[in-house]
């Protein structure tokens, strides 16, 4: 297993109405550092550099964020690596990707990349695509 941190600066708002209608200001109400600790296994965490390698080509070709993040469950069916491993383990590494809070899944069988699994990953590979494949050319054979 490896222990994932995530540490990140969380600030929240108080917003006031100064009267006038559609007019609001806000102001930094606290700020802490929050820190999330998780471990995940091997498969998930390759499972999770790999939907983060998706993430960044289809934000590189111009797609919203809120749409790069998504996967549909068709997705682990048709595309490598996962077409070549077993149905049984994708299933298992989504749900602990999910259970750590770095998958977001949903009844249909999509998930989304959460924020928190964009942040580590930004975060562990500075040079984003560039160390991403770096770090998958070593599950390969």
Not at 45 to 65: H, I
């Amino acid at each position: 297993m490896r222990r994932v941190t995530h540490e990140f600066l969380a600030i929240s708002f108080l917003y006031s109405y100064n009267g006038c209608t559609g007019c609001a200001s806000s102001r930094v109400h606290k700020k802490e550092v929050l820190r999330l600790e998780v471990e995940i296994t091997k498969d998930a965490e390759k499972m999770l550099v790999t939907l983060y390698k998706v993430f960044l080509n289809r934000r590189k070709d111009g797609q919203a964020k809120r749409d790069a993040r998504r996967f549909s469950d068709d997705f682990f069916l048709t595309e490598k690596p996962f077409t070549s491993m077993n149905s049984a383990d994708v299933a298992d590494s989504i749900m602990e990707l999910g259970q750590n809070g770095l998958l977001r899944i949903y009844i249909g069988g999509d998930c989304d990349l959460s924020d928190a699994a964009i942040f580590y990953l930004e975060n562990r590979f500075k040079n984003g695509l560039a160390d991403t494949l770096s770090f998958l050319a070593q599950f390969i054979p």
